[in-house]
């Protein structure tokens, strides 16, 4: 099974600052510059990375771009995706493409087709994760007419990256800045594609970012969703990731939700994911864990991950799905990871074993 190329968010290796503690877990790289920083990372993961993600314009921008991709040419690494950053600026705190000022609107849309065109310019894709496009309070915003804004601003952009040649990853999350996202699960996402569309915009490029952690604080499925997307030609591009399930925890790959994250391997093989260029991404954020450690770790859980998947019987699981049988599909995964009839057998005995005392 061939291997998906990888890379990882930058903001994975910054202070981890918290509300409780604001300046953050790993204070020691609060005045790091991210040229540094990208060598940091770089010299500890190159061996198994294969790019970083930035978001601009305050990790990436026309100032640093050059320096930053020198650093990681270097070390035989790329920068292949930028993402929107307007959600850590104060002076977007309450959205920046439903900002109540046109002019703030119309900032806020000319940064991000800067950012596309950067994207264009070093042959990257563009993340739109609208964290502070939303509201915190009932009776806060105009619903319809928030909507409209974000939608209008989302599709000057796409359009402008559609002129470039550059694809758009959106990516859903329910809450965090903003307490209540407008784009908060799958549904209102390709709900947005089809809003862009009607605007007129070449959305073929107009793709959708699978974040895990962010489905999982939904309860949504991550095999499900990620098959539905493939068959809809909307699956971009993923944020691989962890957690408890009821806040973006960005924890290390496998550690809770290890089943759903198997079965999102074998849809992601059945479906050809990675053999179009497609990457994994890993969000990450390592409060009060070793930066570079933790990162190995999720890339490894990953990769061992990945290669249970291309164990499972896939005839077996075939015909078990054909008969809506859960028993016989449960069987299969559970025979690639080592419970065979041999492991029955062995139960028996030691349990008859048991009884004869």
């Known amino acids: 099974m061939d291997l998906i190329r990888n890379s990882v968010g930058i903001w994975a290796f910054g202070p981890s600052a918290t509300r409780f503690v604001p300046p953050g877990y790993h204070p020691e790289v609060a005045q790091e510059d991210m040229v540094s920083r990208t060598r940091r990372v770089a010299e500890g993961l190159h061996d198994i990375l294969d790019g970083l993600e930035y978001h601009y314009p305050g990790e990436v921008n026309e100032d640093n771009q050059a320096q930053v991709r020198e650093v990681l040419a270097s070390y035989g690494m790329s920068l292949p995706v930028i993402a929107s950053g307007l959600h850590p600026y104060s002076r977007w705190g309450k959205g920046s493409l439903i900002h109540t000022d046109a002019g703030m609107r119309a900032e806020a849309v000319t940064i991000n087709k800067r950012g ?14 609208p964290g502070s ?13 928030t909507w409209a804004h974000f939608i209008g601003g989302v599709a000057e952009i796409v359009a402008h990256a559609a002129e470039r040649g550059v694809k758009v990853f959106l990516e859903h999350k329910n809450s965090e800045p903003a307490m209540k996202i407008l784009m908060r699960n799958i549904g ?4 947005v594609i089809q809003k862009v569309k009607e605007h007129g915009v070449d959305t073929t490029g107009l793709l959708v970012n699978m974040d895990w952690q962010h489905l999982i604080m939904n309860g949504e499925s991550l095999g499900e969703y ?14 691989a990731n962890d957690g408890w399930g009821s806040f973006d925890d960005d924890n290390v790959v496998g550690t809770n939700f ?5 079965e999102l391997a074998v849809v992601l093989q059945d479906v050809g994911y990675g053999r179009r260029g497609e990457l994994l991404g890993y969000d990450l954020y390592p ?12 890339i490894l859980h990953w990769e061992y991950i990945w290669d249970l998947a291309a164990r499972i019987d896939r005839t077996a699981l075939s015909e078990a799905r054909s008969r809506a049988d859960a028993l016989a599909g449960q069987a299969v995964v559970y025979r690639a990871l080592g419970l065979t009839e041999d492991f029955e057998a062995e139960l028996a005995a030691r349990r008859q074993a048991a009884r004869n005392g």
């Open 116 to 129: 596309v065109e950067l994207a264009a310019e070093i042959g990257a894709n563009f993340i739109i994760w």
């Open 133 to 145: 496009e939303g509201y915190n309070y009932l009776f806060q915003r105009p619903y319809a007419e």
């Open 188 to 191: 209102m996402t390709l709900y």
């Open 226 to 239: 990620a098959d539905l997307l493939a068959a809809e030609g909307k699956l971009g591009h993923q944020h």
């Open 258 to 262: 290890f089943m759903q994250t198997l």
């Open 287 to 298: 409060y009060t864990e070793d930066q570079i450690g933790a990162v190995r770790r999720a």
